[in-house]
Nanobody, 123 residues
Framework: VQLQASGGGLVQAGGSLRLSCAAS????????MGWFRQAPGKEREFVAA????????YYADSVKGRFTISRDNAKNTMYLQMNTLKPDDTAVYYC?????????????????WGQGTLVTVSS
């Protein structure tokens, strides 16, 4: 599975961006999918995840109510809609795919990773 994240860019605080993660190589319809981010000098942290069926979604407290994860299995693509962005959201955002269905907040639960897309929020 190859994952390609896109949609990052520079946005002012309060603005919105939508990230996409396109999968290739095989269908990810039976994989859980997640977004993580890593700011300079910090560890990679969990942002959001969604099970393959879409029955369960998870968010970091810092983004709950502002970010929405979704997926289109027919297009083999996952999205992260980010609203009301804050300077603290500035980071490289990574998408990932997991064969697991539990503990999806943990980095080590993911089997495949995209290359990351940079989001910069100016104040």
């Amino acid at each position: 599975v190859q994952l390609q994240a896109s949609g990052g860019g520079l946005v002012q605080a309060g603005g919105s961006l939508r990230l996409s993660c396109a999968a290739s190589g095989r269908s990810v319809s039976t994989y859980a999918m997640g977004w993580f981010r890593q700011a300079p000098g910090k560890e990679r942290e969990f942002v959001a995840a969604r099970t393959w069926s879409g029955g369960s979604t998870y968010y970091a407290d810092s983004v709950k109510g502002r970010f929405t994860i979704s997926r289109d299995n027919a297009k083999n693509t996952m999205y992260l809609q980010m609203n009301t962005l804050k300077p603290d959201d500035t980071a490289v955002y990574y998408c990932a795919a997991s064969r697991a269905s539990t503990y999806l907040r943990q980095v080590n639960r993911y089997d495949y990773w995209g290359q990351g897309t940079l989001v910069t929020v100016s104040s």
